[in-house]
């Protein structure tokens, strides 16, 4: 079974503060992802990656950033964290696509972030 | 703008009867959708998915359909059990963006005993 596991279950925060979310999967997967999940709004994207050291912008990459300098981990980075970052943080993981055939996503537990 | 909307925040549904999810889209060039199922405390896992060529999709109790011309998607769940009972969130998938993935808002479903 593929394993996603997030360094945190529940992280409390200063306003400003850096805050460092890591993620590390265990299947050898190209594809990695940062959502942020929030009541009526689903999942939303913030980065992915597709392979060591790239990276690419989701849907809403604004006050964050990543780091992927191993394929099996990949950081989510509040550079000064805020109050409206107050939300649960899901990493996932993928292999790579191959031609039309899609490769579901495997999700960690989710950490679960709140900036005082 | 959301491209995906669930527009129903909960379902109650008595176990053994029929749950329907349904799913709104706006684009239609996504490829595939999906559902994903999550439970309190833990990542969303996937549950059953169907390209945009086919209408229908089952996989035991769970059957997707899909109406490309009315841009809607339901999930299907028959019988419900108590263990049913989560967020279901559906998700679509253009090919072109790689493995990006855009979510709709998630509908609670409970199954009563």
């Not at chain 1, 265990?26 to 997967?29: G, P, R, V």
């Not at chain 2, 072109?96 to 493995?99: S, W």
């Given at each position: 079974d593929v394993k996603v596991t997030q360094s945190s279950r529940y992280l409390v925060k200063r306003t400003g503060e850096k805050v460092f979310l890591e993620c590390v999967q265990?299947?050898?997967?190209e594809n990695m992802f940062w959502y942020r999940q929030d009541p009526g709004l689903g999942l939303r994207l913030i980065y992915f990656s597709y392979d060591v050291k790239m990276k690419e912008k989701g849907d809403i990459p604004e006050g964050y950033s990543v780091s992927r300098e191993k394929k099996e981990r990949f950081s989510l980075i509040l550079e000064s964290a805020s109050t409206n970052q107050t939300s649960m943080y899901l990493c996932a993981s993928s292999l790579g696509t191959g031609g039309n055939l899609y490769q579901p996503q495997h999700f960690g537990d989710g950490t679960r972030l709140s900036i005082l | 703008d959301q491209q995906v909307k669930q527009n129903s925040p909960s379902l109650s549904v008595q176990e053994g009867r029929i749950s329907i999810l349904n799913c709104d889209y706006t684009?239609?060039?996504?490829?595939y959708f999906l559902w994903y199922k999550k439970y309190p405390a833990e990542g969303p896992t996937f549950l059953i998915s169907i390209s945009s060529i086919k209408d229908k999709n089952e996989d035991g109790r769970f059957t997707v359909f899909l109406n490309k011309s009315a841009k809607h998607l339901s999930l299907h769940i028959?019988?419900?059990?108590?263990?049913?009972s989560a967020v279901y969130f559906c998700a679509a998938l253009l090919n072109?963006?790689?493995?990006m993935l855009t979510f709709g808002g998630g509908t609670r479903l409970m199954v009563k005993p």
């Open positions: 265990d299947m050898d997967h | 684009n239609s060039m996504f490829d028959v019988p419900s059990q108590p263990g049913d072109n963006a790689g493995n």
